[in-house]
């Protein structure tokens, strides 16, 4: 069922400047149309993919050429050697600028010390800015778009590597996502006033055998809430929040309608990405081990999340998220009935979803932009060998979450979650008419339509029962 849009007032994040507000403001009302959707799959195609290898290979090239030029990989231009030479200057004043704050920031938020607000304030502040700045040393490698820049390093494995890591999931997919336990041990910073609420981070070692690496997750807590519902929520494929200035999503909105917001990192994101990649670039890139070690990894660490929320708040839990963020939520909900009851969430905020990992694999715009498909077909994978362990990525028994406290919002023209995916998903959960938003939009364009659209979140909250 369609809904009208609702551009009343909605949720406003307290502590917005009018700079920021007007800036959400002109991303809701000029980017939430669909030919965002076309100029963002060509601006993907056409410049942040290939400039973001460039910026991965500088990664390990050390400001070595012959290392960055067989990191790409490409041939070497040697008209080329002056412009490289100070693009990877730049990486790598940027790049040390910007460790150098991360590991202050680990003391100050995650040492003994207890550090003044004002100056883990700064500290903060200083940190994210240097983390968008090295970012943005992507364009320095800009010159090279003519020269035929790969957009991914691409490293298919075969069935048989396959079969040797993730076959017994075919038949038993438990042991890869059990619960580890309450006693799994979760490390929390020191708190900075945010734009909404209080700000802190999470950090504990993932549960995962195959990641094993550190998650820190960003926590928005409404302030004068006593035992505030919690949401665990997703991020989208390629999206850190914690390393951009700017990006938008509902984390602001909920936690001024009073949900405390846990925002954890997906795999091989943020400060989980690998030397010599893009953040997501291993999950989509490495096939289709990327996708199956993301996925199952997640499912342990939200499981991590859940225990900490039942046990800091006696409110409600709920998952949700966008894009790779929501796979993540409802495949969650799905394996949650292998779980303790008390870890079980009570409610699910899914926004650009879609039920069939296997078509978005194989039809969703995204892997069309890598060739990805066709790669695994030269490596011997067939649609159906691939079916196998894909198909293990979707929830199949469907939620633990009842349907009238499931919200669903969808992008008619979306191509990179397929909206035929998503739409039987959510019928044959019987989710309410009234929990559905079916929005004339691409899987771009519905997260810029929400910053005006307010009524799926207002929807939420009232199944929730969260009233502030």
């Known amino acids: 069922m369609s809904r009208p849009s609702d551009t009343g007032p909605g949720p406003k994040p307290a502590g917005y400047t009018t700079s920021t507000a007007l800036k959400r403001q002109f991303s809701g009302l000029f980017l939430a149309a669909p030919w965002f959707d076309r100029a963002g799959l060509w601006m993907l195609r056409r410049a942040f993919f290939p400039v973001s290898r460039a910026w991965a290979a500088a990664g390990v090239a050390g400001g070595d050429h ?51 607000e004002p100056r883990r304030r700064a500290i903060e502040g200083a940190r994210l800015a240097h983390a968008h700045a090295f970012n943005l040393t992507r364009r320095q490698f800009a010159f ?8 991914i390093d691409l490293a298919v494995s075969t069935p048989t590597e396959t079969e040797a890591i993730y076959g017994p999931a075919r038949t038993d997919l438990a042991p890869y996502l059990a619960d580890p336990g309450s006693s799994w041990p979760v490390e929390t ?17 993932s549960p995962s055998k195959r990641l094993g690496d550190t998650v820190h997750a960003r926590v928005h807590e409404p302030i004068g809430v006593k035992d505030p519902p919690t949401i665990i929520l997703g991020h989208g494929v390629c999206v850190e929040f914690d390393h951009w200035i700017g990006l938008v999503d509902e984390a602001d909105a909920l936690c001024a309608a009073g949900f405390r917001v ?45 225990h900490w929320a039942r046990a800091t708040s006696k409110g409600r839990i709920a998952f949700g998220g966008t894009s790779l963020g929501a796979l993540i939520a409802q495949l969650a909900a799905d394996r949650a009935r292998e779980w303790p009851a008390e870890l079980r969430p009570d409610g699910l905020l899914l926004i650009t979803h879609s039920g069939s990992m296997h078509q978005t694999v194989l039809d969703g715009e995204i892997t069309r932009l890598f060739a990805s498909a066709e790669a695994a077909i030269a490596k011997g994978w067939t649609a159906e060998t ?23 919002i969808l992008g008619r023209r979306d191509s990179v979650t397929p909206y035929d995916g998503g739409k039987p998903l959510v019928e044959r959960w019987g989710v309410p008419a009234e929990n559905l938003f079916e929005l004339d939009r691409g899987h771009f364009s519905v997260p810029m339509t929400l910053i005006r659209n307010h009524a799926p979140v207002r929807r939420f909250c009232e199944v929730m029962g969260v009233t502030r």
Do not use: N
């Open 66 to 116: 012959e290392r960055f030029y067989a990191a790409v990989p490409m041939p070497r231009r040697f008209e080329d050697d002056a412009r490289l030479t100070k693009a990877l200057a730049r990486y790598e004043a940027a790049r040390a600028a910007s460790t150098a704050i991360d590991d202050l920031w680990e003391r100050t938020f995650f040492g003994s010390a207890d550090a003044p």
């Open 144 to 151: 090279l778009l003519p020269r035929g820049l790969p957009r």
């Open 189 to 205: 910073s020191q708190r900075i006033p945010g734009a909404v609420g209080i700000d802190y981070w999470l950090r504990f070692k």
């Open 262 to 306: 846990v925002r954890p990192e997906a795999p091989f994101h943020g400060w989980r990405c690998p030397d010599g990649a893009y953040g997501g670039e291993r999950l989509i890139g490495s096939f289709p081990l990327g996708a199956l070690d993301a996925f199952t990894g997640a499912i342990q660490e939200w499981a991590v999340l859940a």
């Open 386 to 408: 691939m079916d196998s362990y894909f198909s293990l990525l979707d929830p199949r028994r469907g939620p633990v979450v009842p349907p009238e406290r499931i919200v669903s």
